[in-house]
T-cell receptor, first 112, second 112 residues
Framework: AQSVTQLDSQVPVFEEAPVELRCNYS??????LFWYVQYPNQGLQLLLK??????LVKGINGFEAEFNKSQTSFHLRKPSVHISDTAEYFC??????????FGSGTKLNVKP | DGGITQSPKYLFRKEGQNVTLSCEQN?????MYWYRQDPGQGLRLIYY???????QKGDIAEGYSVSREKKESFPLTVTSAQKNPTAFYLC???????????FGDGTRLSIL
């Protein structure tokens, strides 16, 4: 069965430091991969997506992610975070059966 | 601007009552979804619909019902059979089941 694992439930980081949020998925077939951000009491907003092509994907708010097929990973990175990046981040995958799977989320806490 | 509108933002239910959560989209999307979000558990799929007048159960459909009489509307009813309805409910839509999902701002349901 398809699954998505976000290895860290919480990530504390100081402002202007780099951050990486980890995501691994289980699949032996082609997948589409996504990262979403959720601010308190709001819905999810699409940050970036990988459908095909270049394995390095750039998204909104300065975030990027790299698709690594051999390691079945899709880690999210930002070279310098801001206080406003404090939110919960969800990794998601669509399997070849067109079903959406979400990870359990990583709370990013940016400290001044 | 196109988007997804969920109403109300906050909803309170008495024991034994059914309540209906509204979800409307003007994105001309064919597929619509309902998720339940509990702290630390990510998103769990309740129901989804790929086309008008058709819908399928997700992973946690018991105690919930939906209808899809119009393309733009996908209301969710939380019935009295749902014993633990307190949660944050998110509605989403997509062009197709292999496309990114767009989310509303959610409805927070509480029991009085």
């Amino acid at each position: 069965a398809q699954s998505v694992t976000q290895l860290d439930s919480q990530v504390p980081v100081f402002e202007e430091a780099p951050v990486e949020l980890r995501c691994n998925y289980s699949s032996s077939v082609s997948v589409y991969l996504f990262w979403y951000v959720q601010y308190p009491n709001q819905g999810l907003q699409l940050l970036l997506k990988y459908l095909s092509g270049s394995t390095l994907v750039k998204g909104i708010n300065g975030f990027e992610a790299e698709f690594n097929k051999s390691q079945t990973s899709f880690h999210l990175r930002k070279p310098s975070v801001h206080i406003s990046d404090t939110a919960e981040y969800f990794c998601a995958v669509i399997s070849n059966f067109n079903k959406f799977y979400f990870g359990s989320g990583t709370k990013l806490n940016v400290k001044p | 601007d196109g988007g997804i509108t969920q109403s109300p933002k906050y909803l309170f239910r008495k024991e034994g009552q059914n309540v209906t959560l509204s979800c409307e989209q003007n994105l001309n999307h064919d597929a619509m979804y309902w998720y339940r979000q509990d702290p630390g558990q990510g998103l769990r799929l309740i129901y989804y619909s790929q086309i008008v007048n058709d819908f399928q159960k997700g992973d946690i459909a018991e105690g919930y019902s939906v209808s899809r009489e119009k393309k733009e509307s996908f209301p969710l009813t939380v019935t009295s059979a749902q014993k633990n309805p307190t949660a944050f409910y998110l509605c989403a839509s997509s062009k197709g089941t292999n496309q990114p999902q767009h989310f509303g701002d959610g409805t927070r349901l509480s029991i009085l």
